[in-house]
């Protein structure tokens, strides 16, 4: 086994396997497999979307660090889980970007601890319906294109997040300056080259390009580490921190929905990971994946947190680097539990400019968009069963535009949903699924 190992790591290095992505199963020696679980760790929104919450909504300094702390905990004991018994891909957790919006808004409206018991509930069904097996059969409707489709409108949704981080952070003094926009532009230009080099440039891509943008940023005195003498050394996630639940039916159904919607996007990571890896996927190994993500957002409701699920920038990831192993993507589960517990350690990661972190993300934000397209795009031999996707990519692009004219004459939670283009493409998609593909399907076989 070790002399298939060396001899696989001695091709990606001369470049034979450039392009290609790696085994789930291999075994990548122990040192390398530490600096790629750190390069996937770094390269998460594990740590970026709690910090982008906390900024916007207003959290106080402790409920800031607990949101931290309480995402990196629920996220690492999940993916360890999913990485070594669940779904056993290479899938990285963290905080799903259909939460954020309604994250916010429910802590400036005074109604968060109704947003968690609404997640907890959600998160519950969830879990009872994959222990059961059931929620897998929702895999006969995710077609290439309807899977494309999500995996296209999640690429893009994380557009205004990577720009807001590429141009150095909107409200910051750096935003949009030259300084900013050269951390950026090098950074991306790095993890490029170092995938156009191919072998060992292309596994620690990332990793070398925020290195490269961290020293750059330390030469043009933009990294502040102010925050990390602030942090505590050890923390602890408390539990309810934003004070009893309570319960809101609006705010309930809300987030169920969201979170349904969110799992099936998860759903659709895993088809893509799968195919990308060439792996078989199993119903009983998807049901096992969707209880994990079920339950981590279960703990994380209870501890301050949002709901976590199979991050799109993974998928990124693993196509620039072509590693695919799970082995190395449990070694970043461990290195977020670690993190979890010492909020100083943390905040070194938050010290990284944010030009450096949109940097990062815009390659695999891009990679994500490019990889549900291809899936999306897949000619299925008729014009009606073509249009199943154009229709979706249109709704989940085109309604949320016209959110704040619609949502008058509609009920709240209706009007809440339109808002997200993730939930209103997912939904479109899958109706026009079933409308306009399984139905005449079925008619035709009677």
Known sequence: ??????????????????????????????????????????????????????????????????????????????????????????????????????????????????????????AAMVFLLSLCGQFARLRRLLSPAVSGTI??????????????????GVGSASFATGPSLLLACVTTAVVLVSAAFGGTYRMFGFLIALIVGDILALSLGMLDFSSVDK???????????????????????????????????????????AKLASVGLTDRRVNAG????????????????FGTTAYAQNLGVIKLTGVASRHVVR?????????AFLPKVAAVLVATPAAVV???????????????IQMASQDRGCPVKNMVAPMGLMAGLGIPALSGALSGSLPQILGEMLAHSIVVGAVTVILAEIILVRIPDFMRSR
């Open 331 to 339: 070694v970043a589960g461990f290195i977020f539990i670690v993190l």
């Open 290 to 305: 969707i209880a994990g993500e079920a339950g981590g957002s279960m703990l994380a409701a209870l501890i301050g947190g």
């Open 358 to 372: 949109g940097g990062l993300f815009l390659p695999a934000a891009a990679t994500v968009v490019m990889t549900g």
């Open 1 to 122: 086994m070790a002399g298939y190992v060396d001899a696989h790591l001695d091709e990606r290095e001369h470049g034979v396997l450039d392009g290609a992505v790696g085994d789930v199963e291999e075994i990548i020696p122990t040192r390398r497999r530490l600096a790629l679980g750190l390069q996937q760790a770094l390269v998460s929104n594990a740590w970026l979307d709690p910090i982008f919450i906390a900024s916007v909504a207003g959290f106080s300094a402790s409920l800031a660090t607990n949101l931290v702390t309480a995402t990196f905990l629920a996220a690492g004991i999940v993916t360890v889980a999913q990485s070594t018994k669940l779904v056993r891909l290479p899938v990285v957790q963290g905080p799903s970007s259909a939460f954020s919006p309604l994250a916010i808004g429910y802590y400036k409206a005074g109604t968060i601890s109704a947003a968690s018991l609404g997640l907890l509930i959600g």
């Open 231 to 273: 942090a505590p050394w050890i923390a602890l996630p408390k539990l309810l921190p934003y004070g009893p639940l309570t319960f809101d039916p609006a705010i309930t159904i809300t987030m169920c929905i969201v979170f349904v919607v969110a799992v099936v996007e998860a759903m659709g990571m895993y088809e893509a990971t």
């Open 151 to 168: 995996i296209t409108l999640v690429g893009i949704a994380l557009a205004g997040f990577t720009f807001m981080q590429f141009f150095g």
